[in-house]
């Protein structure tokens, strides 16, 4: 998934501007646009600050600062698993769908924090951006299969291996899946299935189990244990060890060290 900021533009001539993939666009402030296939047919729609459209051809942009998602056609496919051919969506001009603006809303807020949570979330909120567009928007919808079970034992220890491996580094679903040997859908179903949990998830909670070892010992920075476990800053990582644990990693060294003192 491409993420790009749009700036506000004025009076400028109308032109065409063809995306060669799905785009979702949400307002960042309030402004306009015109839209239509051809000169002839523009129309002027206005939008909110939070609003999103989607659609492939823009015309006109006028004083609109908005953030633009181009969806890849891997997503799309994936989404559309079980189907040959390409996924063809219908044109919006403004969506009023709760859920695609609430994961819009989500790659927002991490893009205003700098990107911290790393691919794995991008591509979890691509792949469900993706989902909820075959499923709702398409011209073709996909047919509905029923994954029974989970992963085998063997495709999951090759996954747990492999977050184990890369604690440090930059996970993507798309590595994760072929690991398995599934696509991504599939993956990512399965996966559920076998841990309840998204693979982001999984992976978010290994990284604050190994985060608590490395704390248990003094010398260790929470800096350093913040990089040793695959978090982009220190306080990213803060972040998501007090949504897991009740505390902040300062707090829980402090508390670990107290039991010690206690048992000695």
């Given at each position: 998934m491409k993420v790009e900021l749009k700036t506000p533009e004025f009076d400028v001539e109308p032109r065409m501007l063809v995306k060669n993939e799905p785009v979702l666009a949400m307002a960042l402030r309030p402004g306009w646009v015109e839209v239509?296939?051809?000169?002839?047919?523009?129309?002027?729609?206005?939008?909110?600050?939070?609003?999103?459209?989607?659609?492939?051809v823009w015309l006109g942009v006028h004083g609109l600062?908005?953030?633009?998602?181009?969806?890849?056609?891997?997503?799309?496919?994936?989404?559309?698993?079980?189907?040959?051919?390409?996924?063809?969506?219908?044109?919006?001009?403004k969506l009023a769908d709760a859920r695609l603006g609430a994961l819009v809303a989500?790659?927002?807020?991490?893009?205003?924090?700098?990107?911290?949570?790393?691919?794995l979330f991008l591509d979890s909120i691509e792949l469900a951006?993706?989902?909820?567009?075959?499923?709702?928007?398409?011209?073709?919808?996909?047919?509905?299969r029923i994954y029974r079970g989970g992963l085998t034992p063997a495709r999951l220890r090759k996954v747990v291996e492999l977050v184990h491996a890369e604690m440090d580094g930059d996970l993507s679903?798309?590595?994760?899946?072929?690991?398995?040997?599934?696509?991504?859908?599939?993956?990512?179903?399965?996966?559920?299935?076998?841990t309840g949990q998204s693979p982001h998830q999984f992976v978010l909670q290994r990284r604050i189990e190994r985060a608590k070892e490395m704390l248990h010992a003094a010398e260790n920075r929470v800096l350093d244990v913040a990089?040793?476990?695959?978090?982009?800053?220190?306080?990213?990582?803060?972040?998501?060890?007090?949504?897991?644990?009740?505390?902040s990693p300062t707090e829980y060294r402090q508390e670990f060290a107290h039991r010690d003192q206690r048992w000695a």
């Open positions: 239509g296939q051809r000169r002839s047919e523009m129309k002027k729609i206005n939008f909110e600050a939070g609003e999103i459209a989607m659609c492939e600062e908005s953030m633009i998602l181009t969806i890849s056609d891997p997503a799309l496919r994936a989404a559309n698993d079980g189907i040959s051919g390409n996924v063809e969506l219908r044109v919006v001009l989500a790659v927002n807020a991490e893009r205003v924090a700098g990107f911290p949570s790393g691919r951006l993706a989902v909820a567009l075959v499923n709702d928007y398409a011209f073709r919808r996909p047919s509905s679903l798309e590595e994760l899946a072929n690991t398995a040997g599934l696509s991504i859908t599939h993956f990512s179903q399965m996966f559920r299935q076998s990089v040793a476990c695959g978090f982009k800053s220190q306080e990213h990582f803060a972040r998501v060890f007090r949504s897991l644990c009740g505390a």
